[in-house]
C-alpha cells in the first residue's frame, strides 16, 4: 500500500506547489518527539541539530531550503543549556534559537548562535521535543496564498492527532529517530575514519553489544547504519553523514505516505 502511493504522494507534492505558487506558504510539521533531547554542536559562530519532521498538509508545497519555522504551541520545544560546572537550566527554545528547513519535509535545523549561548552563559546546549510537537511557516511580506488560522488549527489539531497515531509511536519512526541521532553526531562536513564509524552506534544507543534483533526499531536502524557503513568502504557515498541524512529521510518520506493513507482513508 505504500510502495503504490509513493508515484502520487510525490506528484501531489509537485501540483499543490503549482498550483498555490513558488511563493505561497508551505507545509505544517510534525516534528518527533526527542528522548532526553537532541545536543547542538557548535562551529563558525552556530550551534545547531536537525530535528525529524514529515508534513502535515499534502495540499500544501514543501518547503524550500532555508525556510523558517516557529512552534505551533508554546512549551513543545525546550532548550536546555550547561555552564561551566555542569549544570543545566531549562529555557523556552523559542526566544533563543531559530527552525529553518534542512531537507524538504523531512528535517529542520535549530539553531543557536554561539553568542547568544555565552550570553546565557552556558557552553553546551540542547533541544528538546515533546509529544505532538508542530512546526508552522514564519509568514513571508507579499505570500499570495498565506496560511489561514483555519488551516493552521487543522492541521496542529485532528490532522497532528492523526500523525501521533500512525506515525509518532511507529518503529520506523523511533528508527528514524536513532538515525537523527547518528546524524547529529557526526561532523556536517567531510568524512570520519573507520574506527569513529565503527563507534558511532554504541554512541548513539549507549551499547556496543545489544542485541538489536530484540527491537524492530533497533533493527531496522542497525541495518540502515550497516549498509551506509559498507555504502562507505565502497565509495558510493562521500560520508557516513550523507548516507545516513539519505536513509533517514527515505525513512521520513515513507512515513508521510502512510500517514496520508491513514488521512484518505479516515
Request: charged share 25%; glycine share 10%.
Amino acid at each position: 500500500m505504500r510502495t503504490g502511493f509513493v508515484f502520487s504522494f510525490a506528484a501531489g507534492l509537485v501540483l499543490a506547489a503549482a498550483h498555490h505558487g513558488a511563493w505561497a506558504a508551505p507545509q505544517v510539521l510534525a516534528v518527533l518527539a526527542t528522548d532526553g533531547g537532541i545536543p547542538l554542536t557548535c562551529a563558525d559562530g552556530v550551534c545547531e541539530a536537525d530535528i525529524s519532521t514529515f508534513c502535515l498538509q499534502r495540499d500544501r508545497p514543501p518547503p524550500d531550503i532555508g525556510t523558517a519555522y516557529a512552534p505551533a504551541a508554546p512549551g513543545a520545544f525546550t532548550l536546555v543549556v550547561t555552564d561551566a560546572d555542569g549544570a543545566e537550566r531549562r529555557l523556552p527554545a523559542e526566544p533563543h534559537v531559530v527552525f529553518v528547513e534542512r531537507r524538504g519535509f523531512t528535517a529542520v535545523s535549530v539553531r543557536l548562535r554561539e553568542d547568544v549561548l555565552a550570553a546565557l552563559g552556558a557552553v553546551g546546549a540542547r533541544i528538546e521535543v515533546g509529544a505532538n510537537a508542530s512546526l508552522v511557516p514564519v509568514p513571508r511580506d507579499g505570500d499570495p496564498d498565506p496560511l489561514t488560522a483555519g488551516e493552521i488549527a487543522r492541521a496542529v489539531g485532528p490532522l497532528r492527532t492523526l500523525g501521533s497515531r500512525v506515525v509518532d509511536g511507529s518503529a520506523d519512526a523511533r528508527a528514524a529517530g536513532l538515525l537523527g541521532r547518528m546524524v547529529n553526531a557526526l561532523p556536517r562536513e567531510g568524512r570520519v575514519g573507520a574506527r569513529r564509524r565503527a563507534a558511532l552506534w554504541g554512541e548513539v544507543t549507549g551499547e556496543e553489544g545489544i542485541d538489536a534483533t530484540e527491537s524492530p526499531a533497533l533493527s531496522r536502524a542497525k541495518a540502515e547504519y550497516e549498509w551506509c557503513r559498507e555504502s562507505i568502504v565502497g565509495f558510493r557515498f562521500d560520508s557516513l553523514r550523507h548516507c545516513l541524512e539519505l536513509r533517514h529521510d527515505r525513512l521520513m518520506r515513507d512515513l508521510s505516505i502512510d500517514y496520508w493513507n491513514a488521512n484518505v482513508g479516515s
